[in-house]
């Protein structure tokens, strides 16, 4: 008998990785105030958090986390099922449905997680999931992880949805999409994608972890955005992590669904709930993302001057309508470099490379926060033109 070794399978694995310069490299935050990030000893300014409203290190927000934690303790002790679901866990999910007009919502505490049980207590072998292909990875890995057959159609191609459908008559359907891409940071379809999948007979699901909290009246996302609700969209998964600037997500939907992912979601049951102090932060949170709404502006304000530099400086831009903006760079090596070379004066961008998105289509991930300063954009604008010369003319990573 000869099973493969798994030592073998690990050094192939890094042999290809090293070829191709794919190893990835965590960076340790000691300090954090607002986007100035003590990192590895050094200063940066930070343009790769997904903190866009900047609520995480709110005053009022962090003391609601600490009053819930000194009241409740730092973890639940237990699953939601058997006696880890604390009234904060529970007012955080009547708030969350009634802000986005739902009858009922999930608490899951992440956003992989209420991926993974929406797929898997709906969806079986025989059902299909059709999916944009740009979607995020944990929506791929919970069709995989469903059973169901898994069918991509070309980004935003509303028309590509329909012929997967129509090409896949049999079993249950899914259509999903990101609401807004947290790669490239433009908005889905979604008044189309209803359309389609009701007459398909589908189900349509919306994962707007970029959206909520930035589009829309009072930020309620992109289905709202679009006038869209429970109707047209039957399930949405909103997450907690990026705008409003804490942890986990919410699954939304009517009794009968909601009711369903309870009693049948396994990566729901089988797992520890989050801190009651968690879901006391984000409901503050909340609060403040609603009434705040010049966060949301300010946002937009950052993106609009930066485009504008950028465009100015000859930078070829993608169109963006949320807090991120894409630089392509194409190659994984000029990725890399203009990250070094913002790094050098002081700025963190981050390089994304495949196998986040597709091949050929490495890029930096500008994110922006209301915390930005005009200055800070104006220095992210000067630090991304030296850096695009210093890389033009021979500047290498490490
Ligand atoms: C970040 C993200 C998730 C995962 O949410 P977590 O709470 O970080 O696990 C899911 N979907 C999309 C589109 C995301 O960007």
């Known amino acids: 008998m000869s099973r493969p070794s798994l030592t073998e399978r690990i050094s192939l694995t890094k042999k290809a990785r ?16 607002g986007m100035r990030y003590e990192v590895d000893g050094e200063s940066l300014l930070c343009f790769c958090s997904n903190d866009y409203l900047g609520l995480a290190q709110h005053f009022t927000v962090s003391s609601a986390f600490q009053d819930a934690a000194a009241r409740l303790g730092t973890g639940s002790g237990a699953s939601h099922l058997v006696c880890g679901h604390f009234s904060e866990h529970d007012a955080l999910e009547r708030e969350v449905a009634e802000w986005l007009g739902y009858p009922s919502a999930l608490l899951f505490s992440s956003g992989y997680q209420a ?45 590509g949805a329909l012929r997967q459908l129509r090409g896949n008559p049999e079993g249950a359907a899914m259509v999903v999409t990101d609401g807004v891409f947290s790669m490239e940071g433009d908005v889905a ?43 047209e ?13 804490g942890e986990g997500a919410l699954v ?42 010049w966060r949301r502006e300010r946002v937009f304000a950052n993106l609009a001057r930066l485009r504008q530099g950028l465009l100015g400086a000859g930078f ?51 994110t922006l926060s209301a915390l930005h300063s005009d200055a800070d954009i104006d220095s992210l604008i000067a630090a991304l033109r030296w850096s695009r010369d210093a890389v033009g003319t021979g500047y290498r990573a490490e």
């Open 115 to 159: 991926n993974l049980a929406v797929a898997q207590a709906f969806l079986g072998e025989g059902d299909v999931s059709i999916q944009d292909r740009l979607n995020h990875a944990s929506l791929i890995d919970a069709a995989r992880l469903a059973g169901a057959s898994l069918r991509r159609y070309p980004h935003v191609d509303a028309e």
């Open 18 to 33: 090293e070829e191709k310069q794919r190893a990835r490299r965590r960076r340790v935050v000691s300090k954090r105030d």
């Open 189 to 231: 379809p979604v008044r189309a994608l209803a359309l389609i999948a009701r007459v398909q007979h589908a189900t349509f699901v919306v994962d707007d972890a970029h959206g909520v909290g930035i589009l829309g009246t009072d930020g309620r996302g992109t289905v709202a955005a679009a006038g869209l609700g429970l109707n």
């Open 316 to 366: 070829e831009l993608p169109g963006s309508d949320s807090a991120i903006q894409s630089i392509p760079c194409g190659s994984d090596e000029i990725a890399l470099a203009m990250s070094a070379a913002l790094e050098a004066q002081g700025i963190w961008v981050s390089a994304i490379r495949p196998p986040t998105v597709p091949e050929n289509s490495a890029r930096l991930r500008v």
């Open 252 to 293: 939304l939907g009517d009794q009968a669904h909601i009711e369903h992912l309870k009693q049948n979601a396994r990566p729901y049951i089988y797992t520890t709930a989050s801190a009651p102090a968690s879901a006391a932060a984000s409901r503050v949170a909340l609060q403040l993302a609603r009434r705040e709404s």
């Open 233 to 245: 969209v039957p399930l949405q998964v909103v997450t907690l992590g990026k705008a409003l600037g």
